[in-house]
């Protein structure tokens, strides 16, 4: 793996999380590729909105600022970008990458987290 991709967390207005899923042992289960692209997909997305709302929830007391950043959370999500991926026998990893940018803005910060 390339060692940039190998970090977790939010960096110059980006998210990217780590996601890892395992692969059920019997062939009739197994998944084809393009499905388990969808399944890591559908696992950072749920993985980003959980970290957002963390982050909403650590960071913002202003109700106002709060409805703002969980309304952008949708659209910030369907922008997720698979930045690497990597299947072995038993599992399959990946990194995706989410445009935070508007998020920060709205919640009035710009901090950059690692």
């Not at 060692?3 to 062939?27: C, S």
Request: proline fraction near 1%; charged fraction near 30%; charge should be negative.
């Amino acid at each position: 793996m390339n060692k940039h991709y190998a970090w977790e967390g939010i960096q110059n207005n980006m998210l990217r999380v780590f996601v890892k899923l395992d692969i059920p042992y019997t062939a009739d289960q197994k998944n084809s590729e393009d499905t388990m692209t969808e399944n890591l997909m559908n696992a950072g997305l749920n993985r980003a909105g959980a970290i957002l709302m963390s982050y909403i929830r650590i960071h913002l007391t202003d109700f106002e600022r709060i409805e703002s950043c969980r309304q952008k959370i949708e659209e910030i999500q369907k922008k997720g970008e698979m930045m690497y991926q990597k299947c072995s026998e038993d599992s399959c990893t990946a990194f995706i990458d989410f445009d935070i940018k508007k998020f920060l803005d709205a919640a009035g910060r710009d901090d950059v987290l690692q």
